[in-house]
């Protein structure tokens, strides 16, 4: 795996510090041809960019490698984790090919799907997928082209499927193909996606996203695989995801709520619907959650939103996301700085919003009933109660920092881990600044704790003299997973 140290911030200057530094909610962005130079990445990230999406439907891995190589680059030149997300391609489900190259499915006509490799017509296509012929029943709809054509299933068998046209319009050449109603026996991940994600996994990537998940097995098979080397983002995509939510959040590192695929196989009204249970529920599991796709779509051609996106984004803001999302905005738009530097905006500018915190202490979980759990509660009600300026979380693993943000303190927090990777991780994650501290932390017990607590919280503007700092660590000392104290110091 390839890693790059991460400067502590007593070896770097204040270049990583931004306009919108008390920003809570995160900015992911996609890069693609619009913003694959250095300049343009950096741009990005003093912008507002806490983690770069690498796009494996697009690209070779050279292309990847490239981008990979130049925001560490970046990230040690800034002193602060920036972490990369590989995106997964996921199964492709197309039709053939048609010998004029299109064709138009007239409303109430009647059209075969087979396995006959010849080019279509009007009247039949070749569909070479074996698994929708034997698993679409008499009623199953099949979606065409995002869905802007619907075929309801007559009869078939393992050769073909009858159908008649329930939403006509142009098919041509190798358009899309989603069946909502039923669950394909089909793995969230090809060969190729196989490939991409050992190729992700030498890079040193801090996420890998699945497309496609249709069960918590598809969950478990990509944990198998990365075996702790990176996080694991379920991408929610499919209806048959959302019936088994918890159960998938739960097997998750991080999970994404793809409203554009998502928004193909469910009804469009159920979507917000959908997007909110499953921040409810990530945010109840301590899980970050993104919200993703078409938030700011109009800027992929205009260097200003629509009111409709800026109240979008707010949304999610408001909703509780940990972080937001940019995909062609920022990956092939003509204005991807302007994307960012508008998110960074709206997102600042709502958590100012006395409602906003409103809001978010409406919104709190209850307990989860662990220790760590009921350590992470106990800090967010110390905070408030001492109107402490910062809660530090001395971390390994990062489950602390997750705990922590959890609560959705209205201080600022900051965790401090010996380890780059759980820092870069940690970028996700609502409101907590992560700090690698390396082998300068002095690992002989909490008091060590806390005098690297107070240096880099007054290094960062979190605190000064006669401020409250409230401070999270576990005993015995070192040990992952136990977050167990809590102490109050004042500077």
């Known amino acids: 795996m390839m ?25 992911v962005a996609t890069l693609g041809p619009a913003s694959s130079s250095l300049e343009m990445i950096r741009a990005l990230a003093l912008a507002g960019a806490d983690v770069f999406r690498l796009n494996f439907s697009h690209g070779t891995h050279e292309d990847h490698a490239k981008r990979h190589a130049i925001i560490r680059d970046i990230e040690a030149e800034l002193g602060r984790p920036i972490a990369i997300l590989a995106d997964m391609q996921g199964p492709k489900l197309r039709v053939g090919v048609f010998a004029e190259g299109k064709v138009r499915l007239e409303k109430g006509a009647h059209f075969r799907l087979d396995m006959d490799p010849t080019p279509g017509d009007a009247k039949r296509v070749c569909l070479p997928h074996p698994e929708i012929l034997s698993a679409a029943k008499p009623g199953s709809r099949l979606l065409l082209d995002d869905g802007k054509m619907r075929l309801r299933v007559l009869s078939g068998d393992d050769t073909h499927l009858d159908t008649e046209v329930e939403v006509g319009g142009v098919l041509s050449d190798r358009k899309g193909v989603n069946v909502p109603d039923v669950t394909l026996p089909i793995p969230a991940l090809t060969e190729k996606d196989r490939r991409d994600f050992a190729f992700a996994l030498e890079l040193g990537v801090e996420y890998v996203a699945l497309s496609f998940v249709q069960r918590p097995e598809d969950v478990q098979e990509a944990r198998d695989i990365a075996k702790g080397q990176a996080w694991i983002m379920t991408k929610l995509e499919k209806p048959q995801a959302m019936d088994h939510l918890e159960e998938i959040i739960a097997l998750s590192d991080v999970v994404m709520v793809a409203r554009g695929d998502l928004g193909v196989e469910l009804p469009a009204e159920e979507v917000p619907i959908e997007q909110k249970r499953a921040v409810r529920e990530a945010r109840y599991q301590g899980k970050p959650v993104i919200v993703a796709t078409q938030m700011l779509e109009s800027m992929i051609s205009s260097p200003t939103p629509t009111r409709a996106e800026v109240s979008d984004v707010s949304n999610a803001v408001f909703d509780g996301a940990d972080a937001v999302m940019l995909s062609a905005e920022s990956a092939a738009g003509q204005y991807p700085l302007e994307a960012v530097e508008v998110m960074a905006r709206v997102t600042t500018r709502i958590e100012q919003d006395d409602e906003w915190r409103i809001q978010q202490e409406s919104l709190r979980p209850e307990s989860d009933g662990s220790v760590g759990g009921s350590i992470a509660e106990a800090a967010w009600h110390v905070a408030q109660s001492v109107s402490a300026a910062v809660i530090v979380a001395y971390t390994q693993s990062g489950q602390g920092a997750l705990r922590i943000a959890r609560e959705r303190a209205e201080c600022p927090v900051l965790a401090l881990t010996p380890d780059d990777d759980t820092a870069r991780r940690l970028c996700v994650v609502w409101g907590v600044r992560a700090q690698s501290v390396g082998q300068e932390m002095p690992i002989f017990g909490v008091e060590g704790v806390v005098d690297q607590a107070v240096e880099l919280a007054q290094y960062e503007g979190f605190a000064q003299k006669n401020d409250k700092l409230v401070l999270l660590a576990g005993l015995p000392f070192g040990q992952r997973g136990s977050t167990n104290t809590l102490r109050v110091v004042t500077l």
């Open 3 to 27: 890693t790059t140290s991460i400067q502590t911030p007593a070896a770097s200057a204040h270049a990583g510090r931004r306009g919108t530094e008390n920003r809570r909610t995160k900015i």
